[in-house]
């Protein structure tokens, strides 16, 4: 499958596109956006993800994933934290890795595995969760999350967590 877009948003012109389909049993992705200010190219920037998932049984899945954010820095000094305090934007650096596996343990329990790594200041974060559904209504989770990452970096500002959490579906 292959799709392309084009639009405004704010005072920015973005175009983009994407893909998906099978490399034998594992499925591909990507998608990609440029983002342009018009009559100011200094501040054009692309955001690229690719990634490969593969389900090795019916209980076990796994997905890896590339992020490029052509808005975010390489160098710590030069994040931009005020912009993602305020909500503008959701990553500060450049290159990322994250790796997402899944446990299905009981037809009614999934346990997952989740890790984020910031390629360029090594910052990361593991979060874990099992969630159970107690009804075709209602999904109760419980879960954590780990940040770590050197002073200033990406990921060793936020506390670790943990968390309840209820779905409730109608």
Known sequence: DFSLMGGGFDDRVV???EFAG????AG???EGALS???????????RLIVGIDY????EVYMLVEYHFNGDGAMQKSSYDLHRLSDGEILNVGRNYIAVQGSILVHPLV???VSFTRNLDDRSQY??????????NDLTLAVGGQMFSGDDFSEYWWYPNSLY???ELFF
């Open 15 to 17: 175009i983009g596109g």
């Open 126 to 135: 593991i979060g874990l969760a099992t969630s159970y559904s107690a009804s």
């Open 28 to 30: 591909i992705r990507g």
């Open 164 to 166: 309840l959490k209820a």
């Open 110 to 112: 999934n346990a997952v």
């Open 55 to 58: 389900q090795f049984t019916s």
């Open 36 to 46: 342009a200010l018009p009559g100011k190219l200094d501040s054009n920037y692309v």
């Open 22 to 25: 099978n490399l034998m049993k």
